[in-house]
């Protein structure tokens, strides 16, 4: 099975930013791997001046933020750790049963890794941390610094959107026959990891050899 895999490039983000970092992200790539009709909603940031849009599925979006919620509790009880999502469509497959078991198998087709280094809080002041290149110099306010770090952001998260839309477009031949099953998106899956995981940018081999249970949704 070819799986074709997309690494983000890597934000530095404030712990509020969280949300709507994470928001804009994991909707764009499901809209860009909607099924059928979808119901486009333009969705304006409040942080930043970006504009992306959402299939319009009520279900999708809940799914979506229990696990950005999931995300920001291991932040919290993970502090000064890089964290990652992993987003992976997958096809189901029915293995051969036997008497007591029915195995279903998860084929994975494309995973997108979306990887935040959250700043600590309160912001460290040492001089080898990120932040460095956002000294504040004589003559500037903690304001200025702000706001050269957010948009140093929204210019990073513009090239994440690009990126994306770049990896759609090149990336065609791997996705799978449309799966007989309502819903708007491919069978996919959600999953959370920091640097403090002994299986940190592993899991993608452990799931391809694992088999689940028969959840579209997880």
Known sequence: MNCEV???KELDVEYFEIREVLRCILHTVFFHRALGLVRPKDIHLELFEITYVQCGDAELEKKVDEKIDQFIDRVEKHPNKKNQICLSFFEVKNKQATWFTHKVERL???????NLNVAQHPKPHSGKS?????T???GESASDERNARRAALES???????????FVNEKKDHIPPIPNKEGVSFPYEITISSSSDSAFGMDMIKRMLQTGHPTMLS
Not at 108 to 114: A, G, N, P, R, S
């Open 156 to 166: 990073s998260l513009h090239e994440v959107l690009f990126q994306i839309i770049k």
């Open 108 to 114: 994975y087709w494309e995973q997108w890794y979306i």
């Open 130 to 134: 990120h932040h460095s290149k956002l």
């Open 136 to 138: 504040v110099h004589p």
């Open 6 to 8: 997309c690494q983000l």
